[in-house]
């Protein structure tokens, strides 16, 4: 019982370092990078209060769960930028070995678990992996608005990238989905992403 | 329905500053601070893995959205240390209106909703509670342990107190108690607590 306890608090005192792990988007007042961990935490409670937007009968407790573990491969793996595609090559890899040693510190049980979850997110094939995967999308495009483009300009990323990024929003929340068109219309009227004609970067007409 | 949405996300965006709340305790690296955001991301995961360590027939669900609401207040009224005396004045009032001013801003169900989870973990009361409580205050513990008496060291704090602070542990979680009792007589030994008579500070005996 004592090896069973000293197993959990091994990986509750490892989990720690997801709060060193940045991402790209801000805060919403700019001041610092996001880390995973915050995230994490936002999107969970973020699923809480939008879940009536999700898949009707949705679980909201294992979408919850997924939340608060579909970061913590990042502890081995690191965040990759969704917008570098040299980034994504062998991401799959490294995070499945991540995720067998980081839910491979708990007791076997509780580990397959976390690992179940993890793999129900990435797959995002139940309706609860659909709604976790809105949300986590969801998030970060509310980051880069309320920072007048954010990471979108710092990365010069254009809208058709952000557009296929985000569609999974979509899959798992239809009123969001909608909601996204309008701020994505906003931000391209305001010249928010690369190639765009908005103020930032006139263009010619075609 | 529009409406209803747009008080959610504005919620949702409001909820961010929580991510700029510091608390007292460092990461387990001492590299900064902790902020109440990622705090409550590590203690909602803690409680899915440490749950066996509670009450019988625990509804982890509800112990989970009570840890993901759980510090929300802090975002008007700022993290108050529990050793500071002086500070805990008022503090129930500041929590109470800060409370009232930020579920308000989702629709009425919702905010209800989480008023309800928040005033459930203050009040200690229900087992979900009491478990919720155990690991808010066993995570800090952790931290403190690995950063070889952390906060303790750094604002003088005897063991006395850290005893009377941790022990609604005992409440909600024996078996934490008992790993609890461990690091704490350790910490003891190394020294760490302002007044003992470990390595750093000597005492004639009485």
């Given at each position: 019982m004592l090896e069973r306890l000293q197993a959990q608090v091994d990986f509750a005192l490892e989990?720690?370092?997801?709060?060193?792990v940045q991402r790209r988007t801000t805060l919403a007042d700019a001041s610092r990078l996001e880390n995973s961990a915050e995230h994490s935490w936002h999107i969970a409670l973020m699923a809480v209060v939008l879940a009536e937007h999700g898949p009707p009968k949705l679980d909201v407790e294992r979408t919850v769960r997924m939340l608060l573990v579909h970061d913590v491969v990042e502890i081995d793996a690191g965040d990759t930028f969704c917008y570098d595609e040299t980034a994504t090559v062998g991401k799959a890899e490294r995070e499945e070995l991540a995720a067998r040693r980081l839910f491979g510190l708990l007791p076997d049980d509780l580990g397959q678990e976390c690992l179940a979850l993890w793999h129900e997110f990435e797959s995002r094939e139940t309706p609860e992996a659909r709604f976790a995967n809105s949300v986590d999308r969801f998030a970060p495009l509310l980051l880069n608005i309320a920072t007048e483009g954010g990471s979108w300009r710092r990365h010069g990323v254009e809208r058709d990238q952000v557009q296929r990024r985000l569609a999974p929003i979509g899959d798992g929340a239809p009123a969001l989905w909608e909601y996204t068109q309008r701020l994505l219309d906003q931000a391209e009227e305001r010249g928010w992403f690369a190639g765009g004609s908005g103020p930032d970067e006139p263009s010619e007409p075609a």
């Open positions: 989990l720690d370092r997801l709060k060193s």
